[in-house]
């Protein structure tokens, strides 16, 4: 295994640069040039093995993860990425894992232009942090606090692969090439995060489960908000392989990485031609209502309680 | 113990405001304003139990330290620090290690004005990662690659009380407490850094041992470099305890989070003249060379090969 300093200088060969990146890799800091009118984005999130991603992931999968997931809060935030670090904690040298791990990484960073500026490599169990930092015209930012009651309340994509997909690894069931991918590889919004600035009020992504998250908005635009479960996009394997109130549950899950946001009635057609244009699936799934909480509902408009609505890290 | 988002508001609602701070902790990212005309130092670094401090560290120092040494960075690189994020794994709910934890990050936190606008909490083996922005004036940051041969070689404050507790802590001998501090709870040199602008060529701080550190300044500035170990500035605690050899390798041995910087020798009184008004003790430590390498030399001018100089975290 090679040294820190010959790992760091290894990654520093493969970054692609970007113009407004003085120094990257290598000092006690990187130097980077903010774009002048713009405010600044920045989001961290924490991937540790057998809690975020299960022991057989792959180091390419590993890394791709670990700068998505952080990419879809970006997305979230209507944010267009800039910069990155990775501090990476491995349990023991590794050099043919950490390349693996760095190429998946430096995939995704390539699809969304996002340099690589600095990071930290420590000995300990698998865990990887990344910092990320994007930029949104003055006073645009998508925030969970603009809700309005009215708001037509729209779904990214499809829910519930993702989970499926992990039900069938901790079973020791086979998982189709397809579907693992949904769990490992997700694809974040970063272009339908942007589009949506001066578009949608509120927005979130779902990692943690789209009810619960919703609940987030609600409390922070002190409003209520009503969730038809049966509208909630699956994708074709979900939709043949599990139904009713056992898909909802999966759906709900989190993991899924789509953006969730609301937006006014009269937006419902520049949202359509955006979903064609972008051509992401854009589906309504519910609105903002008065009062608070979120209700899930099935068609006949009753409410329904799952069991285990979303992901918290503690407690 | 509360849950994740209890958690997140308890936290925000002890964080004191920085008037660039558009939206803090609580949404998918944190949204700030960075200042006209200046550039971002993006900084970030682990703290791992058992790795970076040791188990029996309290929660406070632990919270602290994670703060202190990504600050230290800030402070090699000249930078004004202003906001961070910090990501949190820990083992098992605990309410109460937590607060402590919080109370040592954001003690030291608003000494600095730094603002945590972000974070991530999450289960997993005790594991800190915090990454930390500041800005410059453009242009002014110090790095590593602005050595000039016939520099003077300073050092702030003093070396090896780190190495000193550590080694006591780890063969279990009784430790003073004022010693002990030394280890846990850094104070990084983020006023000198700041001052330095402008009359340093290259800066570091010194974390991984000062002859490793000063090696890689070295290498990017295309120089050499002569230390005088026995003008390794010591405090008396250290002083009196060890000599020689020995306390060459602990004054190498880095986690003393000071900064070493070079100076054209013109700089002489200006640098000494900080030295007075910002209360740091610096110290003429050596000088560039031509060539390459650092050569580390006695005062009778021989060269001293020290058995291990400096920490390595992967290799």
Redesign the interface.
Known sequence: ???????ISRIAARISPRSDV??GI?????????P?GR????????L?RG??FPEDTSAFDVGWKALAVNLS??A??G?TPA?C?L?L??PA?DDVWLDACIDGFLALAVQHDIAL?????????L?L?V?A??T?A?GT?L???AAKVGDDIWMSGTLGDAALALREVLQNKPCADELRSRLDRPSPRCELGRALAGIAHAC??VSDGVLQDLG?VCV?SGVGAEVRLDALPASEVLAVQVEGAKRWRLQTAGDDYELCFSADPTQHSVIEALSNSLDVALTRIGRVVSGQGVRAIDAGGGEVQLPSSGY????
């Open positions: 295994m090679s040294g820190e300093f010959e790992l003085v120094l290598g000092d006690d800091g990187a130097i980077v040039r903010p002048v405010e600044l984005v920045i989001v961290t999130d924490t540790n809690v975020h809060d970006l979230a935030m944010a910069w670090t501090a904690s491995l040298p500026v600095g990071g930290d490599t420590t000995l300990g169990p865990s942090t910092t930092c994007g949104v003055a930012a925030r969970r606090d979130i992504d987030h922070a918290q890290h503690f407690g």
